[in-house]
């Protein structure tokens, strides 16, 4: 789920940056570190703007200048229970990995509804009950996060299709 | 190694702990409770809005990409205006006791029947009638974008 969040940074500016332009190496150095980061939990998907620059401290002993920013980001955050679509990335005999975003769910075989059997076609491996719901590689899946587990830097989660109104989507 | 035990109130206060977040019957949203939260077709036009206005609009993250891919392919309603007038339906519910988490799910999700978005969204379930939800659902599907 999408959120607009407030959060605060805290930045360490070096003394041959301070100057006039010291603001805008500070959004720089703001961008660089937090754009685009998976914190374990959430996603900062990009920033909005800057609410507040706080004034500078100088911390003792290395001279640098510590900054605290307010900004406003568009953050991505996957809550056990939500239901989210997502594209089918690739399909293993024990169920298929969809990618939400940045996030890659695995659908194990246990939570697919027993019709989509695992089938091989030519090169295609996919889960098909052989008349109208196929899963493969490039579908699109409507699923349930089931568990998710966060690490610096990586998120992990598992999903299901075993309930009314979840599975492939009609394209 | 043994020693006398720091009294609770002398020590550093932690942050709370997370780990029990979830949206099953109850929403439990942790540090997101009550912040604002976007539908994909929503988040898109943002996306594109930041991107077009310059400067530090876009970055080269992975994450930044397969979002951007994936809002443009699971958007629902393509249009800015229509997002607005989904935004306008959908926020009416706000007043009627729904969360921003339960706003946006009902307007990325897209349900036809009431019964498909109590079962998608289960903490829906007692915050309002079978009418008001059809209606809304209805509205909602007329601006859907079927190009």
Same mark, same amino acid.
């Given at each position: ?22 603001? !805008? =190496?500070?959004?720089?150095?703001? =961008? ?18 800057? !609410? ?8 003792? $002993?290395? $001279? =640098?200048?510590? =900054? ?17 679509? $997502? ?7 024990? $169920? ?32 098909? !009950? ?33 309930? !009314? ?7 | ?9 002398? /020590? *550093?206060?932690?942050? +709370? ?5 979830? +949206? ?19 988040? %898109? @036009? ?16 992975? @994450?930044?990409? %397969? ?10 309603? &393509? ?8 935004? +306008?339906?959908? /926020?009416?519910?706000?007043? &009627? ?9 009902? +307007? ?33 599907? %007329?601006? *859907?974008?079927?190009?």
């Amino acid at each position: 789920m999408f959120f607009v969040k407030v959060l605060e940074h805290r930045i360490h500016l070096h003394p041959s940056f301070f100057g006039a332009q010291a603001s !805008d =190496y500070i959004l720089d150095q703001l =961008y660089r570190d937090r754009e685009g980061s998976n914190t374990g939990t959430m996603m900062i998907v990009a920033i909005i703007d800057v !609410d507040d620059i706080s004034e500078p401290k100088i911390v003792p $002993g290395s $001279g =640098y200048a510590e =900054y605290d920013v307010s900004y406003r980001a568009i953050v991505w955050r996957p809550f056990r229970g939500e239901v989210v679509d $997502g594209l089918v990335s690739s399909v293993v005999n024990n $169920g298929f990995f969809v990618d939400v975003g940045g996030l890659s769910v695995f659908v194990s075989k246990a939570m697919i509804p027993p019709q989509l059997k695992y089938t091989v076609e030519g090169a295609t491996p996919s889960f098909t !009950d052989g008349v109208d719901q196929t899963v493969e590689r490039g579908s699109q899946v409507r699923l349930r996060i089931k568990g998710i587990r966060g690490e610096m830097g990586q998120m992990f989660a598992i999903g299901s299709i075993r309930e !009314d109104y979840l599975g492939p989507l009609l394209q | 190694m043994a020693g006398p035990t720091m009294p609770q109130s002398l /020590s *550093r206060r932690r942050p +709370a702990p997370t780990g029990d977040e979830e +949206a099953t019957n109850i929403l439990k949203l942790g540090d997101m409770t009550d912040t604002p939260a976007l539908s994909v077709a929503e988040c %898109k @036009v943002l996306l594109e809005q930041l991107a077009s206005k310059g400067g530090r609009g876009t970055s080269n993250s992975d @994450v930044y990409t %397969k979002t951007r891919e994936y809002v443009d392919m699971f958007a629902r309603f &393509k249009d800015p205006k229509t997002v607005t007038q989904v935004d +306008a339906i959908s /926020s009416g519910l706000l007043m &009627k006791g729904l969360t921003h988490f339960e706003r946006a799910q009902l +307007a990325t999700l897209c349900c036809d029947s009431p019964d498909e978005a109590r079962t998608l969204i289960p903490s829906l379930e007692n915050k309002l009638t079978d009418e008001e939800l059809q209606d809304v659902l209805n509205d909602i599907s %007329k601006l *859907r974008d079927f190009s």
